[in-house]
Each structure stands twice: as C-alpha cells, then as structure tokens.
C-alpha cells in the first residue's frame, strides 16, 4: 500500500517532480480557493486518516498540533533537510511551536508575499525616483499625490475586498510599530494607536483611487495596471508574471518590483506528516523529496515564476540575486514576517477579514468622513470581542 499525499499543486507539476521517485504516492488533489479544502483537512485530523502527508497553509499548523493531529519532525530529520537555517527564517517559524514545545511540526514548500508592483517609466516622467518612492507610508501616499498631479490619470489601484487586505495592510500596521497579534501577550492589538495609524495610511490610498477605479463592479482591479492605466500597486508576483505575459517585450520592461513599507506579511504552503500515519519512513522521504532545492524550483519554473522558494540556497542564486524584480521579491521575503501560531488563528482571521471589507466600504463610501476616525470606528469593538475571547482560554 502507498502512501497518500494532499496536495495543492497540479497533477502535471507533481507528475514532474516526482519523475524517478522510487515509491510515488497515491495523490488526492485539494484547492484551496475552495472552501471545502480546509474541512478536507479537518476531517483527516478529525477522523485519524484520508492521508499521510499534506500540503497545508501556514497559518493552518497551529490548529493541527492544537489538535495533537501532527507527527513532530525529529532534530535528525531536520538535520538531513540543512536544518533550520536552510529556509527563509520567517517562514520557518509558523511550522514551530512558540513556547516550551520547541518541536517542528511542519516543513516550509513555497513562499510569497505581497510586493510592490510599479511602471518606471510613470514614476520617472513624474521626476520620481522609484528608489525613494516607497520607502515608508509617507513616501507611498506623497508618490500618490506627485503621480496624481503629474497627470497620470490612476496613479495607484489596489483590491478593496476579500483576505487580500489583510495581507496587504500588514507591512502598512508594522510598518508604525503596530501590529495585528501580539504573540507575547497573546492578544490582539490592530487597535493600537501604531496599528490605527498604519491602517488609516493604507486605507488612505484606497480613498485615493479614482471614482472609476473605486466604482469598478469587477473584483479584479488589477486589471488596471496589466492595461498600463494604473502606475503603482500591491499584489503576488502573479501579477508580475501576467504583466510578462501579456505586455509587449518593451512594455513589460518598465514594470519593476519593490518591498512595500515595514515587515511584510510572509505567507504559503508547509508539508505535514500526520500523526496517524503508520508509514513514517516513507511519508518523510516523500517529505524530503517535494522540500528540496530541486523541488522547489521545479515549481517555481513552471508556475511561471509565480510561488517562490522557501529555501535558502535557492535565494542566494539567480535569479533572486541578478534580477531587479526577484531581488525585490528576494529582500520582501527576508524582511517579512507570517502571521504567528494565533489561538483560535482562522476564527480571528476570518472576523478580521469581515471588518477590513467594512471598512474598506466605508472608507470608499463616506468621503467627508476622516480615515482615521473610520478605523476606531471599525477596530476598537473587534479588538475588544476577540481580547475578551481570547482571555476566557487564558
């Protein structure tokens, strides 16, 4: 009998990398734009089986160990995958456990965070220097207003909706000293005033976009970069990778990448062994195989550079240390941070998701109401619930 494997990547990727793999295991599929994907999940740590290995969402491994539904990794396994220091530290991380259990419960596959995406050519026209243009919050939101008056027409277009604004406004909270949890005192603290400054910075930008863009029905705004209507955005590097797809050779070499302000968010896929598993040697050589160097640059090729590696040794090489976009890409990633092992993590993500689309609402819909006030507004009795929520676990 195989072992079985869950997975988010696409069986043509897998076949691939797991051509002259003695022992292939049986792979069940999992998508997880599907919200069914992380009950599928559930259910194996509920019910004890349906997998060996799977591919899971960082922020999802607290919740796994939470369940005693994780088989730990041993410091020899460690060892034999480079150890800890082979992979982007901060992505590292959201497979241990904080506190007296330092096991490693999960093994970082590929990475990626939320970059600044930016047309040169509009940025220089305007007698901007793109490498002082976004720099901090204030730099970002001045880049805006000279871009908006230089005459370009959408100066910067953002997402207003979804779990993408939570990404996004991350580095925009640290960036101010704030922050969304406070691991330490296990609490939430995007009420702070650094957090409620940070967000009102970011949250400015979406009031800053043109009625047309703010008023656009389709949920999909970036669009309006891929076009070259817009001059400034945040997005994945899928954004980069479609923007090379789609544009004339010379176009696309005016598009170029930067960090965004602060500690960006970190984010992507860990591998797991589950508890249950009665096949441990083999669930960790299959392991071993889809986290290696070769692996994860395998999928980085041909996602058409789109997930990035979380290892180390494939970051210090081209094209993370030779290319101006994936040298970007490459310092974003070191300079993030994930979203820590929250307690109830997907109940509090979820509810902050809810808020973040309130406010983006009210931000785009009540122009004669300051920003800043419309933050309080939203994040004081959010806070508030969750703190008294998180306190009764205490």
Request: glycine share 6%; net charge negative.
């Amino acid at each position: 009998m195989t072992i079985v494997l869950t997975t988010i990547w696409t069986p043509e990727y897998l076949t691939e990398v797991l051509k002259g793999y003695p022992h292939p295991p049986t792979v069940r599929y999992l998508d997880w734009g599907n919200a069914d994907a992380l009950d599928e999940l559930l259910k194996i740590a509920q019910n004890r089986s349906g997998a060996d290995v799977s591919q899971v969402g960082d922020t999802w491994v607290s919740g796994f160990v939470g369940m005693d539904a994780l088989r730990p990794f041993s410091a020899r396994e460690v060892a034999s995958l480079g150890g800890r220091e082979a992979f982007l530290p901060p992505f590292w991380q959201m497979g241990t456990r904080p506190g007296a259990d330092s096991s490693t419960y999960s093994i970082p596959s590929t990475t990626g965070s939320r970059y600044i995406l930016y047309r040169r050519d509009l940025l220089e026209n305007a007698g901007i220097d793109p490498n002082e243009a976004f720099l901090t919050p204030a730099q970002v939101e001045q880049t805006v207003e000279q871009l908006r008056l230089a005459g370009v027409k959408i100066p910067l277009v953002l997402e207003t909706r979804g779990r993408e604004l939570l990404y996004r406004s991350a580095a925009w909270l640290r960036s101010m000293g704030g922050d969304y949890y406070d691991a330490g005192q296990r609490r939430v603290v995007f009420d702070s005033p650094q957090a409620v400054a940070g967000l009102a910075s970011f949250f400015r930008l979406i009031r800053s976009m043109p009625p047309e863009v703010r008023d656009d029905q389709d949920a999909w705004r970036d669009k309006w970069f891929v076009r070259g209507q817009a001059a400034v955005t945040i997005s994945g590097f899928w954004l980069y990778d479609l923007c090379q797809k789609s544009l004339p050779a010379k176009e696309f070499s005016a598009v170029q990448v930067a960090p965004p302000p602060g500690i960006p968010f970190v984010g992507g896929a860990h591998f797991v062994i589950w508890k249950h598993t009665t096949r441990e040697t083999e669930a960790f050589n299959l392991v071993r195989h889809l986290c290696s160097r070769e692996a994860m640059m395998l999928d980085f090729q041909l996602s058409g550079h789109t997930t990035i590696p979380s290892r180390m040794d494939a970051l210090n090489a081209p094209p993370f240390t030779t290319e101006q976009a994936f040298q970007a890409a490459r310092q974003t990633l070191l300079q993030g941070r994930g979203f820590w092992a929250w307690p109830l993590s997907t109940l509090i993500e979820k509810r902050l998701v809810t808020m973040l689309d309130q406010l983006s609402e009210e931000v785009m819909n009540s122009p004669h109401e300051s920003v800043e006030d419309l933050v309080v507004k939203n994040v004081a009795p959010l806070a508030r619930t969750l703190n008294f929520t998180l306190g009764s676990l205490a």
